[in-house]
């Protein structure tokens, strides 16, 4: 920008400004009545430029007229056709583009030219695309170019000459089917499409399956057809062979693979249904097709979704599959054919396979069927089967449908069980629980006659007990010899529910021949800190059980001791401190035993047990406790 101060004095100094509009551009000095400012940073557009003279000593300062600046962007301009060579008649598409390097959109027009004269004109889409579409063009060679008229924001521009080649030449065949693959002796409609690079086509179309003739049809709006009454199993490489007429040339149709195939038929045998639990199960498929040539291919055997495996038709269609071994139950089983060139694919009906677990038989015998009260039994169950691997699973034993106990059967396939009879007679039965491979069984019954004790008998008074959660009472055990039977005899509970303990007056008891003892015992479902007359869990001055499970047992000792003195002056409060600090004495190192939750409402029997420590003589009888909430 060159801004010239004229004066009609002398030679003026000072600066020129340039505003552009509101923005100042820049401010240079005034060297011989010339300012001269250089931009390389103005945007695309129009810019209203100023110069304002700032005066010096000698000269007043003064102001330009504003001067308009329109800057554009310079965008290349590319022209490409869409078909190049293109036949005469057909239309073609010249597409221009318009570069916008800095990002403003074009708009405006594009001129298309063939050689110099005007084929048509087209607008710019905001993108800067252009195009236009003739089919007047003849044959030869034919000059193209674009020319963009330009914008407020984009130099026009024209594009290199594109070589339009225009030609006359032959046509094209097209042959279609109206089925394919299509079932032997089925009718078929062939379709040929003849199209013309210039002008309609007439004439003919032969249709030939390989160098045999179907038939010819006339081509009508450049499509002719033929129908084929039916053809046989294989595959038909056919063709359309237009024939040509005064304007255009003689074309023939890639070949066409009509495939004519057959039904097949798959049916699905098992070699034996039901099968047991791990015996080989052989599958055979047999696929027909009813002609003389049998099928190929392979066909895949599934169970449910699962797939068993996939096996080749051999020369007379038939494909076997062994399953070596199926988990018992129903399996879903079915043979899906792949087909062939000549035969469709085909699936069997589901087969239902049944796999059964092995039978078993159980014999049960007992060490002795005829025991004296107090004496052990060893129940022993042998459970038979004919397989290749041996059973596995657990065997009930029961006595008169009241469960005795549960054994896991051995490596031999023997389970064995040592119990202490309490009812005179005894129907024992042994039930064998089944596995995976092999089915459940069921012993006869076998009688055990218990002839009443000849040591000691036991006697409990009330044998059942009612109470609520976290409660405790009281009966009483009485020891009787028998036949001038003496030993020192042991006290214990089995089986006793949760968070539920029984306490003896003494656990250890000097019997004498025939004396009575009669024994006092604390049954508890919960509390076992209650003493006295109370009948729930104590927590006297804030020390708790649950406290006490971390201290050493010396110091447990001590605190129950001092906190629980007067409780131990005499009677059931005394007993139950002493049992209680005989077993904190033993085993409250981590209060194993002793639940600070109750046992839960319910009805539980569990036993009360008399253990001779010289002569080993055991003794045992069922105590029943209900507990409410």
């Given at each position: 920008l060159t801004a010239r101060v004229f004066t009609n004095g002398g030679a003026s100094t000072g600066t020129v400004v340039f505003p552009d509009g509101a923005a100042t551009l820049g401010a240079v000095p005034v060297i011989g009545g010339n300012a001269v400012f250089s931009t390389s940073s103005l945007c695309l557009g129009a810019h209203s430029i100023a110069a304002t003279y700032s005066g010096d000593a000698s000269n007043a300062g003064s102001a330009s007229a504003r001067l308009s600046q329109q800057v554009l962007q310079a965008g290349g301009v590319s022209l490409t056709s869409d078909a190049n060579p293109s036949i005469a008649g057909t239309g073609v598409t010249f597409t221009t583009t318009i570069a916008a390097p800095q990002g403003i959109a074009v708009t405006g027009t594009v001129t298309f030219e063939d050689g110099g004269t005007a084929l048509g004109m087209g607008n710019v889409s905001t993108a800067g695309v252009g195009t236009y579409i003739t089919s007047s063009l003849t044959v030869g060679q034919h000059l193209i170019?674009?020319?963009?008229?330009?914008?407020?924001?984009?130099?026009?521009?024209?594009?290199?000459?594109?070589?339009?080649?225009?030609?006359?030449?032959?046509?094209?065949?097209?042959?279609?089917?109206?089925?394919?693959?299509?079932?032997?002796?089925?009718?078929?409609?062939?379709?040929?499409?003849?199209?013309?690079?210039?002008?309609?086509?007439?004439?003919?179309?032969?249709?030939?399956?390989?160098?045999?003739?179907?038939?010819?049809?006339?081509?009508?709006?450049?499509?002719?057809?033929?129908?084929?009454?039916?053809?046989?199993?294989?595959?038909?490489?056919?063709?359309?062979?237009?024939?040509?007429?005064?304007?255009?040339?003689?074309?023939?149709?890639?070949?066409?693979?009509?495939?004519?195939?057959?039904?097949?038929?798959?049916?699905?045998?098992?070699?034996?249904?039901?099968?047991?639990?791990?015996?080989?199960?052989t599958f055979t498929v047999r696929v027909s097709n009813g002609s003389s040539s049998p099928p190929s291919g392979t066909v895949v055997f599934t169970d449910g979704t699962a797939t068993l495996g996939t096996v080749a038709l051999d020369a007379i269609g038939t494909a076997t599959f062994t399953a070596a071994s199926m988990t018992t139950g129903q399996h879903a089983i079915s043979a899906a054919y792949s087909g062939d060139l000549i035969n469709l694919a085909g699936i069997s009906p589901k087969l239902t396979q049944s796999v059964q677990l092995r039978s078993t038989t159980n014999g049960l015998t007992a060490s002795s069927t005829s025991l004296t009260g107090g004496q052990q039994v060893t129940l022993i169950s042998v459970v038979h089967f004919s397989g290749p691997m041996m059973p596995t699973g657990s065997v009930t034993f029961t006595s008169n449908g009241q469960l005795l106990g549960t054994a896991t059967l051995d490596t031999t396939g023997v389970a064995t069980f040592t119990v202490n009879l309490l009812t005179s007679t005894s129907k024992v039965i042994a039930c064998y629980s089944g596995d995976a491979i092999y089915a459940l069984s069921t012993s006869a019954q076998t009688s055990i006659v218990v002839a009443k004790p000849m040591q000691f008998t036991m006697e409990m008074n009330p044998s059942s007990v009612a109470l609520q959660s976290q409660q405790h009472s009281i009966t009483t055990l009485t020891l009787t010899s028998l036949n001038g039977f003496s030993d020192t005899i042991d006290l214990g509970c089995a089986g006793l529910p949760f968070a539920a303990t029984c306490a003896f007056a003494n656990s250890r008891i000097a019997l004498g021949a025939n004396k009575v003892l009669a024994i006092q015992v604390v049954v508890d479902t919960g509390s076992p800190l209650g003493s006295g007359s109370q009948a729930r869990l104590g927590q006297h001055g804030g020390t708790s059980l649950a406290a006490m499970c971390f201290l050493p047992v010396g110091s447990i000792l001590g605190l129950l001791l001092w906190r629980n003195k007067r409780h131990l002056r005499g009677g059931l409060g005394g007993l139950l401190m002493l049992l209680l600090l005989a077993g904190l004495s033993t085993g409250l190192g981590g209060c194993g035993g002793l639940q600070i939750n109750g046992t839960p409402p319910g009805t539980y029997v569990f036993q009360l047990t008399a253990t001779g420590t010289g002569t080993g003589v055991t003794q045992a009888m069922d105590m029943t406790l209900t507990v409410t909430q």
């Amino acid at each position: 920008l060159t801004a010239r101060v004229f004066t009609n004095g002398g030679a003026s100094t000072g600066t020129v400004v340039f505003p552009d509009g509101a923005a100042t551009l820049g401010a240079v000095p005034v060297i011989g009545g010339n300012a001269v400012f250089s931009t390389s940073s103005l945007c695309l557009g129009a810019h209203s430029i100023a110069a304002t003279y700032s005066g010096d000593a000698s000269n007043a300062g003064s102001a330009s007229a504003r001067l308009s600046q329109q800057v554009l962007q310079a965008g290349g301009v590319s022209l490409t056709s869409d078909a190049n060579p293109s036949i005469a008649g057909t239309g073609v598409t010249f597409t221009t583009t318009i570069a916008a390097p800095q990002g403003i959109a074009v708009t405006g027009t594009v001129t298309f030219e063939d050689g110099g004269t005007a084929l048509g004109m087209g607008n710019v889409s905001t993108a800067g695309v252009g195009t236009y579409i003739t089919s007047s063009l003849t044959v030869g060679q034919h000059l193209i170019v674009a020319k963009y008229s330009g914008d407020p924001n984009n130099q026009a521009a024209s594009s290199s000459v594109l070589v339009q080649t225009v030609q006359t030449a032959g046509t094209s065949v097209t042959l279609v089917s109206s089925v394919n693959p299509v079932l032997a002796n089925a009718p078929v409609m062939l379709t040929s499409t003849v199209i013309g690079k210039g002008g309609g086509v007439t004439g003919v179309v032969t249709f030939q399956d390989g160098t045999a003739t179907l038939g010819v049809a006339n081509v009508n709006a450049g499509v002719a057809t033929f129908l084929v009454a039916g053809l046989s199993p294989g595959i038909h490489s056919i063709i359309a062979v237009y024939d040509g007429d005064a304007n255009n040339l003689r074309s023939t149709s890639q070949v066409l693979s009509q495939s004519v195939v057959q039904t097949s038929t798959v049916a699905l045998a098992s070699s034996q249904n039901p099968s047991l639990a791990l015996d080989p199960v052989t599958f055979t498929v047999r696929v027909s097709n009813g002609s003389s040539s049998p099928p190929s291919g392979t066909v895949v055997f599934t169970d449910g979704t699962a797939t068993l495996g996939t096996v080749a038709l051999d020369a007379i269609g038939t494909a076997t599959f062994t399953a070596a071994s199926m988990t018992t139950g129903q399996h879903a089983i079915s043979a899906a054919y792949s087909g062939d060139l000549i035969n469709l694919a085909g699936i069997s009906p589901k087969l239902t396979q049944s796999v059964q677990l092995r039978s078993t038989t159980n014999g049960l015998t007992a060490s002795s069927t005829s025991l004296t009260g107090g004496q052990q039994v060893t129940l022993i169950s042998v459970v038979h089967f004919s397989g290749p691997m041996m059973p596995t699973g657990s065997v009930t034993f029961t006595s008169n449908g009241q469960l005795l106990g549960t054994a896991t059967l051995d490596t031999t396939g023997v389970a064995t069980f040592t119990v202490n009879l309490l009812t005179s007679t005894s129907k024992v039965i042994a039930c064998y629980s089944g596995d995976a491979i092999y089915a459940l069984s069921t012993s006869a019954q076998t009688s055990i006659v218990v002839a009443k004790p000849m040591q000691f008998t036991m006697e409990m008074n009330p044998s059942s007990v009612a109470l609520q959660s976290q409660q405790h009472s009281i009966t009483t055990l009485t020891l009787t010899s028998l036949n001038g039977f003496s030993d020192t005899i042991d006290l214990g509970c089995a089986g006793l529910p949760f968070a539920a303990t029984c306490a003896f007056a003494n656990s250890r008891i000097a019997l004498g021949a025939n004396k009575v003892l009669a024994i006092q015992v604390v049954v508890d479902t919960g509390s076992p800190l209650g003493s006295g007359s109370q009948a729930r869990l104590g927590q006297h001055g804030g020390t708790s059980l649950a406290a006490m499970c971390f201290l050493p047992v010396g110091s447990i000792l001590g605190l129950l001791l001092w906190r629980n003195k007067r409780h131990l002056r005499g009677g059931l409060g005394g007993l139950l401190m002493l049992l209680l600090l005989a077993g904190l004495s033993t085993g409250l190192g981590g209060c194993g035993g002793l639940q600070i939750n109750g046992t839960p409402p319910g009805t539980y029997v569990f036993q009360l047990t008399a253990t001779g420590t010289g002569t080993g003589v055991t003794q045992a009888m069922d105590m029943t406790l209900t507990v409410t909430q």
